[in-house]
């Protein structure tokens, strides 16, 4: 008999939700917004140390909304880390601007300062700076930030962190998602905690994100009747879905412990094998582990991603591979594409021999042992 599926990343309720959602029902605040939208707003401001944040349907709109607060137009540019999720990018084009892939570096995975600085010496002698940066904090790792947010202030561009991924995460003591000028966080059911879905703005910009709300809910100018003069969206969360996210937060940190210790476990049982490596932790910096994921050497191993996906889905467990890189989507054929080195593109090979492991916070012991079994097993290590 098949035993039980383990999931990439499911969601992990905490059992206080229902008294939020409870509450809501009794107080009949099932709408967008309501007081458990704006105490979930509070909570997240005061967990990640920023003046004020935004909640709203998804993370995607989160980044959209940051991109509309930056007045990104028709034909504007903007750079974009590379080795990311569809949803780092999409609200680029969104807005009709042009995106401009920029390459990991082989420390972070995450965005290279060297691409990024040969990418804004281009922009700048063409005469088309970007007008914002989106930076990615992969799988719970913070960016090498100082080096990007200099580069930018020298150009005097704004950053847009997704923190998509990494909520809880710390560069240099700081929460990930509150070194640039937006942050942005997502609640989609596989993230660190969940609404279900939905997703947060956030600035030390009280005003910007007056505004943010503003436009997440229609743009409606100030009178008794319907009246708008900008366009706007409908992208506020459920005042249920942010009961829901009041509990989740309640035990974040709790979360990031149980996802640390699987990385951990992860890295005693396979850590040593010849062929097999896992996505460093940046000095100064604490990955809340989202997922646990490494590379390997196909040719010491002789065998590849998809083999080892493949295998571990006949045991029943549900691995990914790492983020096709966005220069490397038909969607966006033809576009401007940064390298780590001239000749050496990072993402790509990180794409070819990268995995992501089961790294869910209500993980059990046994479903672990059961991973690493498969893993040994179709590596031939077992
Ligand atoms: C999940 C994710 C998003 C999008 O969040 P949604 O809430 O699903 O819209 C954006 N960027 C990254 C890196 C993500 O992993």
């Known amino acids: 008999m098949l035993k039980e599926r383990i999931y990439l990343s499911p969601p992990h309720m905490s059992g206080n ?27 997240l401001a005061k967990y990640v140390g920023i003046e004020g944040a935004v909640a709203v349907s998804s993370g995607t709109a989160a980044i959209h909304l940051a991109l509309r607060l930056l007045e990104i137009k028709t034909g504007d540019r903007v750079f974009c880390s590379t080795l990311t999720f569809i949803a780092s990018a999409s609200p680029i084009l ?21 691409a990024l600085e040969r990418a804004l010496e281009d922009a700048k002698r063409e005469g088309k700076l970007p007008k914002a940066v989106i930076v990615v904090n992969l799988y719970g790792q913070s960016a090498k930030m100082d080096e990007i947010l200099s580069l930018c202030n020298k ?43 939905g997703g947060m703005l956030v600035s030390h910009d009280m005003e910007a994100l007056k505004k943010a709300r503003f436009l997440a809910t229609q743009a409606r100018d100030p009178a008794l009747h319907y009246q708008h003069s900008q366009l706007g969206y409908n992208y ?27 990385f951990q476990r992860y890295f005693e049982e396979l850590g040593q094998i010849d062929g097999v490596c896992f996505m460093t932790e940046l000095e100064d910096t604490v990955s809340n582990r989202w997922l646990t994921a490494l ?52 993402s790509e090979a990180l794409f070819e021999n990268g995995i992501c492991l089961p790294s869910g916070s209500n993980m059990t012991p046994d479903q672990q042992d059961r991973v690493i079994w498969a893993f040994k097993k179709v590596i031939n290590q077992q």
């Open 94 to 114: 969104y807005q009709g601007a042009e995106p401009v892939f920029i390459d990991s570096e082989p420390d972070t995975w995450n965005m290279s300062p060297i």
């Open 295 to 346: 590379t390997i050497d196909q040719e010491k191993l002789n065998v590849n991603p998809v083999d080892i996906i493949k295998y571990l889905d006949k045991e029943n467990i549900e691995a990914r591979r790492v983020w096709k890189p966005l220069h490397l989507q038909p969607l966006f054929e033809g576009i401007k594409y940064y390298p780590h080195h001239e000749n050496y593109s990072v």
């Open 155 to 197: 150009y005097n561009i704004p950053v847009i962190e997704d923190a998509a991924e990494s909520l809880g995460s710390t560069y240099k003591g700081k929460k990930s998602g509150t070194l640039g000028k937006f942050g942005i966080y997502s609640f989609n059911g596989n993230k660190i905690i969940t609404t279900s879905m």
């Open 236 to 262: 506020r969360m459920s005042n249920i879905l942010a009961g829901i996210g009041r509990a989740q937060l309640e035990v974040i940190e709790q979360r990031i412990k149980a996802r640390r210790a699987i």
């Open 17 to 43: 939700e229902l008294k939020y959602i409870e509450e809501a029902f009794k107080t009949n605040w099932i709408a967008p917004l309501g007081p458990n939208v704006d105490a979930f707003e509070k909570e």
